[in-house]
């Protein structure tokens, strides 16, 4: 059974530093990984979708990485800003060719002014 | 155009009472998924559909919950003789296909009392 593990659970930092929010898997048998945001009460919003053949995706100021071998991804948010502010969960699908993701617990951040 | 749109925003019933949540997924997304989502949580899967048919059901947590999708697009999540557990906020995501990026809805949030 996929478990998906998200370090660490929350952090609080001040405007304008880089993050690292850390994602990994048991079962690295994994056609992609998929990145989401998630705001106070809403529903999930999609960040990045990584193949299982692709190194890393990068949209603005998200890099994430995707290392299958030893089971991790790395969503990196460069200059964070306050609008930052979210839950941040990773997903990949429960084991070997299932659709069904399993999602992590999430990382909550806080970025202040 | 039009995301996933869910409805109700918020549904208050009674113990024992029969629920039924839609799902209006994007138009000519042929993958629909149901997930449940509790404080603190990653969601949770519940069922998908491929086109019309259940494709996989194994997340349901008993025979008191069915999902259905006559026609291939809106989705109802039944739920019989509620109870006060099924509280949570539930979730429906759509994509184009089932390896393809998943776009959520803002849920429904669900009080059993």
């Known amino acids: 059974k996929q478990e998906v593990t998200q370090i660490p659970a929350a952090l609080s930092v001040p405007e304008g530093e880089n993050l690292v929010l850390n994602c990994s898997f048991t079962?690295?048998?994994?056609?992609?990984l998929q990145w989401f945001r998630q705001d106070p009460g809403k529903g999930l919003t999609s960040l990045l979708l990584i193949q299982s053949s692709q190194r890393e995706q990068t949209s603005g100021r998200l890099n994430a990485s995707l290392d299958k071998s030893s089971g991790r991804s790395t969503l990196y948010i460069a200059a964070s800003q306050p609008g930052d502010s979210a839950t941040y969960l990773c997903a990949v699908p429960a084991s070997g060719g299932s659709y069904i993701p399993t999602f992590g617990r999430g990382t909550s951040l806080i970025v202040h002014p | 155009g039009a995301g996933v749109s869910q409805t109700p925003s918020n549904k208050v019933t009674e113990k024992g009472k029969y629920v039924e949540l839609r799902c209006d997924p994007i138009s000519g997304h042929t993958a629909l998924y149901w997930y449940r989502q509790s404080l603190g949580q990653g969601p949770e899967f519940l069922i998908y559909f491929q086109g019309t048919g259940a494709a996989d059901d194994s997340g349901l947590p008993n025979d008191r919950f069915f999902a259905v999708r006559p026609e291939g697009s809106v989705s109802t999540l039944k739920i019989q003789r509620t109870e006060r557990g099924d509280s949570a906020v539930y979730l429906c995501?759509?994509?184009?296909?089932?390896?393809?990026?998943?776009?959520f809805g803002p849920g429904t949030r669900l009080t059993v009392l």
């Open positions: 995501a759509s994509s184009f296909s089932v390896r393809d990026t998943q776009y």
């Open positions: 079962d690295s048998a994994i056609y992609n």
